[in-house]
């Protein structure tokens, strides 16, 4: 059909009509929720008003009705310390910020409940100390252990834990799940917590670095499906998380290594102060695990534990905040993230999650100096941090065909966009969409010449 023919086919088409819309605010009086038109003389006297809004527009063809209703989710991260100490109140009540509701509980006789999920490992180290906890504080509970490794990430270990929260019974506003253990514990719990009852409240208790810096922190919980990590999964954030670095001194160092790699990750994207303190202090954070006492020989030391860990929780949150169901991909925080998934899953469990992350970043690395984006001093000194701090820079398994792959799955999934976030020298980063084979290849030649040859640098 000619352009002509088609525009004549077009006038014969009815034409719609632009109708007015008209907005509605929603009263409550009495219980029951009334529409109001917009400016309503004295709506706001006589009754409460709803932050949604009901747009209603006629068509030819019928009517349609708009609705915007806001969603507002407000939880808190939370440091403290003496976690499981019974005289501290923040395991059982931490989680309210309504000192009245807490005054009710703790002058009502009715035992609280608390369901628990801890990671086995976990459990083997402190679940005597949760259970006198819980009974130094005559509540209800029941503890269950489960192995929360990467390989038992699916699907099938929610329902597990769905049975036993069924059998146990809660009431799903005023007693929270809690979950105990690494970030693979926290994100398994937040899934099925968020099933439960349409949305069931849960608390995240991070044990490892790794869950302490980063999935504590954010909304985004997950099951790995159809051998793809984190394909299943939801944005509901817990009502609280609590941070206890004492947890940290149990964790092996290879799990502090692990957790070091994300932190790593917000150093070279947004601070150079924290990737500073890495730099310096690295080594010291791997021997001490975090505990700032531990052999601290200067003022530095004594400080780097709880000023790097700040650090990274502050402009982990800065970048989550805004945007906590990814409606913008465009993400800072996905560094690290392009390669690693696919990585991790055909190697699994031979690299843990931080050490796919930071291969990801060494790679992502030698891409940003071959767009210029880096001198060869920085690209260097980023490199040797990472080897400081005892972490993987590449892997046999991370070939060209591999990381092709991996960025056709992200060019697939994010609106035809690679949306790369590369380092714009240390502490700086952009969005780049431009990465061209050209690039990608001597990019990868060179970092698998240098740092497979394992030739100083």
């Avoid at 999920?117 to 906890?133: I, W």
């Avoid at 253990?181 to 899934?191: A, K, R, T």
């Amino acid at each position: 059909m000619s352009l002509d023919a088609a525009a004549d086919v077009q006038e014969d088409q009815p034409i719609h009509r632009k109708s007015r819309k008209t907005e509605y605010n929603l009263v409550q009086v009495k219980g029951t929720w009334t529409r109001k038109p917009k400016n309503t003389p004295g709506e706001n006297k006589k009754g409460r008003v709803s932050a949604a809004k009901i747009y209603e527009c006629s068509r030819d063809n019928g009517i349609v009705w708009t609705v915007v209703s806001p969603i507002v989710f407000t939880y808190q991260v939370i440091q403290t310390k003496k976690l499981l100490d019974p005289s501290n109140d923040t395991l059982l009540l931490g989680h309210i910020r309504d000192h009245h509701q807490i005054q009710v509980l703790h002058s009502n006789s009715k035992p609280l409940k608390r369901f628990v999920v801890m990671d086995e490992t976990v459990f083997n180290l402190y679940g005597g100390q949760v259970t006198n906890y819980f009974e130094a504080r005559n509540v209800l509970y029941r503890i269950l252990p489960l192995a929360t490794t990467e390989e038992n990430k699916s699907m099938d270990m929610v329902i597990k834990i769905l049975d036993e929260v069924h059998k146990f019974g809660i009431d799903r506003r005023t007693e929270p799940i809690i979950a105990i253990g690494g970030g693979v514990c926290l994100d398994i719990v937040g899934l099925a917590a968020s099933l439960y009852r349409r949305r069931t409240p849960y608390i995240r208790v991070p044990t490892t670095l790794l869950s302490y810096v980063d999935a504590s922190v954010g909304a985004k919980t997950g099951v790995n499906f159809a051998n793809c990590k984190n394909k299943l999964g939801g944005y509901i954030p817990p009502v609280a998380a609590f941070l206890d670095r004492s947890f940290i001194q149990t964790v092996p160092r290879r799990q502090i290594s692990n957790g070091l790699a994300e932190m790593l990750k917000m150093a070279l994207m947004k601070h150079r102060e924290l990737f500073e303190i890495l730099e310096t202090q690295g080594s010291f954070l791997l021997d001490s695990k975090f505990q700032s006492c531990i052999g601290a020989a200067s003022l530095d030391q004594t400080h780097a534990a709880a000023v790097s860990t700040r650090i990274a929780i502050e402009t982990m949150l800065e970048e989550l905040a805004p945007n906590l169901w990814e409606d913008d991909l465009d993400r800072l925080v996905d560094f690290g993230h392009l390669i690693s998934p696919e990585l991790e899953m055909v190697v699994l469990p031979a690299l843990l999650h931080g050490e796919a992350v930071n291969i990801d970043m060494s790679l992502m690395v030698y891409v940003a100096l071959e767009k210029g984006l880096l001198i060869e001093e920085e690209k260097c000194r980023i490199i040797r941090c990472m080897l400081a701090l005892e972490l993987p820079v590449w892997h046999q398994d991370c070939t060209l065909a591999l990381v092709q792959k991996s960025l056709c799955e992200r060019l697939k999934h994010c609106g035809g966009l690679v949306r790369m976030p590369l380092p714009v020298g240390i502490g700086h980063a952009e969005i780049f969409n431009d990465l061209d084979d050209k690039t990608l290849f001597h990019a990868f030649e060179r970092w698998c010449d240098e740092l497979n040859s394992g030739l100083p640098l």
